[in-house]
């Protein structure tokens, strides 16, 4: 070990409070939201809460799971999930293998041009035409078709099959009477398992948070993501704090509703949240090769 002059000591205590502050900018609402969903609900209106939970209690959750919509939105969000990220996974493969092949004559030109639709796009009022054309509102695939690709994570794919995995690798296999397709699924998407925990944690995460398409294209209620009903509870809580507090049952159904909106939003976020740690360092993988888009 070299020694360490008195410079880059500080320059590293530095670091390392900065990193501390955001650490707890980052987790603290994580806890305050967990400890307000567990506590009183008179002691979270009254600022009582800060860190710790205060006058313990579960009546946020047994509110949300004797409630019929958040249910119903769970299964919806969790069907929407898992089948718009294998599509979304499908067709992201589909689009950045060829464009990772040296072979395939126009793959810079197809590539600018899936470049310009990051930039310019027809807009919310024709995407809606479009949709009600094709005859997909109020279904699902309303909130899964028109994201079925994205473009910045087709670049991120086409990286990694062009950096980390020799083309040479792809000639023999081609030699050895390998099709294309059979090279892919026997060759490339073995050796590809980092890249793919990648994209199903964006297109995942992205299919959870997501409520603006399902708020343009739904009507029925039956048919909600867990993100609406979520907005519904969030509004209907600050309407109810604007009117005030009247009678005591009043009184009751404002502290009640105070409790559920905490305890939605951890209910929301759980499944995320414990995804991520299983596949952080495949995150940070993938966030190092989209660095370098060339």
Not at 60 to 82: E, H, K
Not at 99 to 118: N, P
Request: with cysteine; hydrophobic share 50%.
């Amino acid at each position: 070990m070299t020694n360490r002059s008195t410079g880059d000591k500080l320059f590293d205590g530095f670091v390392y409070a900065a990193l501390a502050l955001l650490c707890v900018i980052v987790l603290y609402p994580l806890l305050f939201v967990l400890s307000a969903s567990i506590s009183s609900p008179e002691a979270v209106m009254r600022g009582e809460v800060w860190l710790w939970p205060k006058g313990f209690t579960w009546v946020g959750y047994a509110n949300i799971f004797r409630n019929d919509d958040i249910l119903t939105g769970y299964i919806n969000t969790i069907v929407y999930t898992l089948v718009g990220t294998a599509i979304n996974l499908a067709m992201s493969v589909a689009a950045a293998y060829p464009l990772s092949r040296k072979d395939l004559a126009g793959r810079g030109v197809i590539s600018a041009m899936m470049v310009f639709t990051m930039f310019f796009s027809g807009g919310m009022v024709p995407t809606y035409l479009l949709v009600k054309q094709l005859g997909m509102l109020n279904s699902m695939w309303a909130l899964i078709i028109p994201s079925a690709v994205s473009v910045y994570n087709v670049l991120i794919m086409r990286t990694f099959f062009q950096n980390a995995i020799p083309y040479e690798m792809q000639e023999a296999a081609s030699i050895d009477g390998c099709s294309n397709l059979g090279t892919l699924v026997r060759i490339v998407l073995p050796l590809s398992l980092p890249i793919v925990a990648v994209m199903v944690l964006f297109y995942s995460v992205g299919h959870w948070n997501a409520y603006f398409n399902a708020l343009m294209y739904l009507t029925d209620r039956d048919k909600y993501p867990l993100q609406l009903f979520l907005r519904e509870i969030l509004i209907q809580g600050q309407m109810q704090e604007m009117l005030g507090v009247g009678d005591e049952s009043h009184a009751r159904t404002v502290m009640e509703g105070e409790a559920i909106k905490y305890a939605v939003v951890v209910v929301a976020n759980l499944p995320v949240l414990l995804l991520y740690p299983f596949l952080q360092k495949y995150f940070v993988k993938g966030v190092m090769i989209g660095a370098v888009k060339g």
